[in-house]
């Protein structure tokens, strides 16, 4: 029987994620093409291609694999964010003990927001999401957490790419946003009001170890059940109760 046929294209992307996986930093475009034995311009089709499917970031100008695969591969050791994943679970079922909602913990990757942790609500009509979900940072109660925790250039950067608007409630004003950001900052807490999803409200509050945030965590829901002050006083308690635990 005669050797099979590969396919080329096919091959350098495995190899450069390959090649990504084995390092702990970011990557370059002229240390892969170096590394890959390839042309510049073919690598940048690579990370572009991969770029769009979310399975790379770019950070400034080094290239790294997205904690989307932590999704499409459990069980496959995916580092310290899978261990400290797994360290939060019991937190996110404290809160669906408590609160009766799905809740998610999240990490920064790249310029989104990725969920690592999720306890589902035990109603039957809950948020759907699943671990690996890379969301937009402007319009997720997670991502303006971690936003408004961060450094202004990724700010600059999330509004130069442009605030897509997903609902009537949706923040596409750099001005607006940066004002959300500075109230987030002062109360600790943000809310998403049906930005992401009309229907969908979810209250979220960074997880910290000291000083450092090492993500947030949310609760969310149907409106109904949480966008009323009452209730929404009881997830934030909760929440905000469940952040302070040393993870």
Avoid at 1 to 23: F, K
Avoid at 90 to 117: C, I, K, M, W
Avoid at 124 to 133: A, E, H, T
Avoid at 181 to 195: H, P
Wanted: glycine share 8%.
């Amino acid at each position: 029987m005669g050797e099979i046929a590969t396919v080329n294209s096919v091959e350098h992307a495995i190899r450069l994620v390959e090649l990504m996986a084995a390092s702990e930093l970011g990557l370059g475009v002229s240390q892969l093409a170096q590394s890959l034995d390839l042309p510049r311009a073919t690598v940048y089709r690579l990370l572009k291609t991969l770029i769009q499917r979310e399975w790379i970031v770019q950070e400034d100008k080094a290239y790294r694999l997205s904690l989307r695969l932590t999704g499409l591969f459990q069980g496959v050791g995916a580092g310290a964010q899978a261990a400290l994943a797994e360290r939060v679970k019991p937190l996110l079922q404290s809160l669906v003990n408590e609160t009766g909602e799905t809740a998610h913990f999240a990490v920064l990757d790249g310029d989104r927001v990725v969920y690592l942790a999720k306890v589902d609500s035990p109603h039957p009509i809950r948020m759907f999401s699943q671990v690996g979900w890379r969301g937009p940072l402007h319009a997720t109660g997670v991502g303006k957490v971690l936003l408004a925790s961060l450094e202004a250039k990724l700010l600059s950067r999330v509004c130069d790419e442009g605030l897509e608007r997903f609902t009537p409630n949706t923040i596409v004003e750099k001005a607006k946003l940066e004002a959300e950001l500075a109230q987030i900052r002062k109360q600790g807490y943000a809310v998403d009001a049906e930005e992401l999803i009309a229907g969908l409200t979810c209250v979220a509050v960074p997880l910290l170890r000291g000083n450092e945030v090492l993500g947030a965590i949310s609760v969310a829901g149907p409106t109904a059940r949480v966008g009323n002050p009452k209730a929404l006083a009881k997830v934030l308690s909760a929440a905000v109760t469940a952040s302070r635990v040393s993870a």
